[in-house]
């Protein structure tokens, strides 16, 4: 009686597990990117943290830098998908927009080591990928913009520079990730909505406005 030949992983499964393996080697550089600095951290200390070999890093990242440019993008691009789902909807602005900014606090809050070295350390980014997260950060700022001009337009938000608001509520939220505390007195979902009701605040929100 023969042996059968021993089947092959299905893709999907080998597709998981490197990606498991690549998320694991993302994870760490950030920790040490935050607590060392991206100058301070070598492939080498990566690879001993991980109990791996510098090969080992190097199969799924051709170096350091890359590394640091996919943190980059993974974050512009989520938080970039917070204000295209607001832009998009279909609710006031004000409740839209109010959304938005519990979504923004939350990723700040659940992603606080990433925030960290996605503000640390933008200038060790190649100059090409310097110019790709600008342009995120461009469509990001116009978008919010945007929200903000159509609710002046219909009258729910009185502010004289709808741009200028963005960058405000933008810098406010991003800066989260620097005094936020799970020890502090308020939980996530708390801050996040009175983080959001100061953002209504800013743009000259109330509630009576168009029978909200």
Same mark, same amino acid.
């Given at each position: 009686?023969?042996?059968k %030949? %021993?089947?092959?992983? !299905?893709?999907? #499964?080998l /597709?998981?597990?490197?990606?498991?393996k690549?998320?694991? +080697? +993302?994870?760490?550089?950030l920790?040490?990117?935050y607590?060392?600095g991206?100058?301070?951290?070598s492939v080498?200390?990566?690879?001993?943290?991980? $109990? &791996?070999?510098?090969p080992?890093?190097?199969?799924?990242?051709?170096?350091k830098r @890359?590394?640091l440019e996919? &943190?980059?993008?993974?974050?512009?691009?989520? #938080?970039?998908?917070?204000?295209?789902e607001? @832009?998009?909807?279909?609710?006031?602005?004000?409740?839209?927009l109010a959304?938005? #900014?519990?979504?923004?606090?939350?990723?700040?809050?659940?992603?606080?080591i990433?925030?960290?070295?996605?503000l /640390?350390e933008?200038?060790?980014?190649?100059?090409? =990928?310097?110019? !790709?997260?600008?342009?995120?950060?461009?469509?990001?700022?116009?978008?919010?913009?945007?929200?903000?001009?159509?609710?002046?337009?219909e $009258?729910?938000?009185?502010?004289?520079?709808?741009?200028?608001?963005?960058?405000? +509520?933008? $810098?406010?939220?991003r800066w989260v990730?620097?005094?936020?505390?799970?020890e $502090?007195?308020m939980q996530?979902?708390?801050?996040a909505? =009175?983080? @959001?009701?100061?953002?209504?605040?800013? &743009?000259?929100y109330r509630?009576? /406005?168009?029978?909200?």
């Amino acid at each position: 009686m023969t042996s059968k %030949p %021993p089947r092959k992983a !299905r893709p999907s #499964v080998l /597709q998981e597990v490197q990606e498991y393996k690549r998320s694991r +080697i +993302i994870e760490e550089a950030l920790r040490l990117f935050y607590e060392r600095g991206y100058d301070g951290t070598s492939v080498d200390a990566l690879a001993s943290e991980i $109990g &791996v070999t510098k090969p080992f890093i190097y199969s799924y990242f051709t170096n350091k830098r @890359a590394i640091l440019e996919t &943190v980059h993008e993974q974050s512009a691009r989520r #938080v970039h998908g917070y204000i295209a789902e607001a @832009a998009s909807g279909t609710a006031p602005p004000p409740a839209r927009l109010a959304k938005f #900014v519990r979504d923004f606090t939350i990723e700040n809050i659940k992603h606080q080591i990433a925030s960290g070295v996605y503000l /640390q350390e933008e200038k060790n980014l190649s100059e090409d =990928a310097q110019a !790709r997260i600008r342009e995120i950060e461009r469509s990001f700022n116009d978008l919010l913009a945007g929200l903000i001009q159509q609710g002046c337009d219909e $009258g729910y938000f009185r502010v004289s520079h709808p741009k200028l608001a963005a960058l405000s +509520i933008a $810098g406010m939220v991003r800066w989260v990730h620097r005094w936020y505390s799970p020890e $502090g007195s308020m939980q996530p979902e708390a801050l996040a909505d =009175a983080i @959001a009701a100061l953002s209504l605040n800013l &743009v000259g929100y109330r509630e009576t /406005q168009q029978g909200e």
